[in-house]
């Protein structure tokens, strides 16, 4: 049976030493959802569980992700996850291995892997989880917090708009997560209703 082209991608990217986030990555964690995809969201990097089993948005973030698509009528089977950057970027603290905001230079560095992802998946919508990722795709001058859930003007796909990242909704105060929530499910509802 042939490869996909984004397995031939996986395999090449599993050998990335672009940037030195390799050096303290247990491995690259590469896209997945299906090559044909409508619909591609796309984050800032694995997180430590990403990490650990080589797969996006499988930790805490991602269950939340889960749940928003479920609650917002997309199937997460029939959707491509993937984040800007490839390698998990932290610090330790104790036991513990803390994420950290990737730089300029490490976004760069991945972004050859992302454009090929893109180019092989060709999604009808692309969606943004998240600063780091809208304004590695749209601009250092995209706000979220300004444009979310708008789509906007761009040759990336058909559809292009931006949301916050999951993990944003689990840091936020315990008395506004509902209602931050409630506003992630309405932006990927219109993500539904591009699909």
């Given at each position: 049976?042939?490869?996909?082209?984004?397995?031939?991608?996986?395999?090449?990217?599993?050998?990335?030493?672009?940037?030195?986030?390799?050096?303290?990555?247990?491995?690259?964690?590469?896209?997945?959802?299906?090559?044909?995809?409508?619909?591609?969201?796309?984050?800032?990097?694995?997180?430590?569980?990403?990490?650990?089993?080589?797969?996006?948005?499988?930790?805490?973030?991602?269950?939340?992700?889960?749940?928003?698509?479920?609650?917002?009528?997309?199937?997460?089977?029939?959707?491509?996850?993937?984040?800007?950057?490839?390698?998990?970027?932290?610090?330790?603290?104790?036991?513990?291995?803390?994420h950290q905001k990737p730089n300029a230079a490490e976004v760069a560095?991945?972004?050859?892997?992302?454009?090929?992802?893109?180019?092989v998946v060709k999604p009808r919508v692309l969606v943004c989880l998240?600063?780091?990722?809208?304004?590695?795709?749209?601009?250092?001058?995209?706000?979220v917090t300004r444009e979310r859930g708008r789509p906007v003007e761009?040759?990336?796909?058909?559809?292009?708009?931006?949301?916050?990242?999951?993990?944003?909704?689990?840091?936020?105060?315990?008395?506004?997560?509902?209602?931050?929530?409630?506003?992630?499910?309405?932006?990927?509802?219109?993500?539904?209703?591009?699909?």
């Open positions: 049976m042939a490869r996909s082209k984004l397995d031939e991608l996986r395999q090449q990217a599993a050998r990335c030493t672009a940037c030195d986030l390799y050096k303290t990555a247990t491995q690259v964690v590469f896209g997945e959802g299906p090559e044909d995809a409508e619909a591609m969201f796309v984050g800032e990097q694995p997180g430590d569980q990403e990490d650990e089993l080589g797969s996006p948005f499988v930790g805490p973030a991602g269950k939340l992700l889960d749940k928003a698509l479920s609650d917002a009528g997309i199937d997460r089977e029939q959707v491509y996850l993937t984040n800007v950057v490839k390698h998990f970027k932290w610090v330790a603290r104790g036991k513990r291995r803390i560095a991945c972004r050859p892997w992302l454009e090929a992802e893109l180019a998240g600063a780091t990722a809208a304004q590695a795709l749209l601009g250092r001058e995209f706000r761009s040759d990336l796909a058909e559809n292009v708009l931006a949301t916050v990242h999951p993990s944003s909704i689990l840091r936020a105060d315990p008395a506004d997560r509902e209602r931050e929530y409630d506003a992630f499910v309405n932006d990927l509802k219109v993500v539904a209703g591009l699909i």
